[in-house]
Every structure is written in C-alpha cells, then in structure tokens.
C-alpha cells in the first residue's frame, strides 16, 4: 500500500484533517492526496505559496525570515506550517520548501536542499532538512515523497 493510502486510511478512521503549504513541489503533493477516491472526507487543500509574498501573506512568514534565513530554511519551514495550522482546522499539517533546480541553488543551499515541516495544533513540530539528487521533476517527486514520510514519522508509524 503507497504512503499516501495509508495515510487517507488513518485520517479517514480517526476522522482527521490534514492540510499542505507547498512552495518546491508545487502543488503535486495535493496531487498525491486527492488522486484517492474519498480524499474530500480529510484532506482540506493546499496553498501553494511559490512566492515570498505569498508565503508572508497567505502563511504569516515574516519577512525577517525571509531576509535573514531564506525561503529554504528551517525557520521559513516552520513558520509556514504554524502560519498553516492557524489559517485552517486541520489536525495535521505539512510545509515543503525547497530548491527544485536546475537554477536557484547557492553553496549554502545546492539544489536538492529542502525542509519539510510536519505538525499539529499544540504539539512541537518535526522540521527535518533533505538533500536530494537528480533534474528537477527527480527532486520535486522526491520532496513530495519525503513529505509524507516525515509526516509518517510525527504520527510515531514504523515504516
């Protein structure tokens, strides 16, 4: 069974709600999740918040985040998930912020380099940084699977 039908299972039985903040993948997490037939009963949607302003409007990111660490930055990971979970009723909550390539990439942060935040209302969240390999489409398919492993690992499951 693929993670994202295991995952529909869970939040379907405990009657569970989970939203994205997607900026490196773009959408295609939401892909994942609605592509299931019954993913309306738990899954509320996803911003994807591409641009700084939207990550500052629509999630609460502030802009000395953002100056200072980044957009691909645990800080910016993290206040995307709170910004997340304070703008929606969700139970459950995952933010993806990455540098899919082929351009974009500095020293500090090559392509490849992304931070997934995974969380609930109330409860320290699981910020985790990757590095993946490959062309772009590689990375982004791998950010939008490692999404859901973190999110795995927070709900305490043993893969």
Not at 31 to 41: K, M, N, T
Not at 50 to 66: D, F, I, P
Not at 108 to 134: D, L, M, N, R, Y
Request: hydrophobic share 40%; glycine share 12%.
């Amino acid at each position: 069974m693929a993670l994202e039908e295991k995952i529909h299972q869970f939040m379907v039985e405990q009657g569970k709600k989970l939203a994205l903040a997607e900026s490196c993948t773009g959408g295609s997490l939401a892909a994942r999740l609605v592509a299931l037939a019954g993913s309306s009963d738990y899954f509320l949607g996803s911003l994807v918040t591409y641009s700084n302003q939207l990550k500052r409007e629509l999630l609460g990111v502030s802009a000395e985040t953002l100056r200072v660490h980044g957009a691909v930055s645990r800080e910016a990971a993290h206040e995307m998930l709170i910004g997340l979970l304070k703008r929606t009723d969700s139970d459950y909550g995952i933010a993806v912020t990455g540098v899919a390539g082929p351009s974009g990439g500095t020293k500090e942060k090559p392509v490849g380099t992304v931070w997934i935040a995974v969380g609930s209302p109330g409860v320290k969240p699981q910020v985790k940084e990757h590095h993946f390999s490959g062309d772009r489409q590689a990375i982004i398919a791998a950010s939008g699977q490692a999404s859901l492993e973190d999110l795995t690992c927070f709900l305490g499951w043993e893969e």
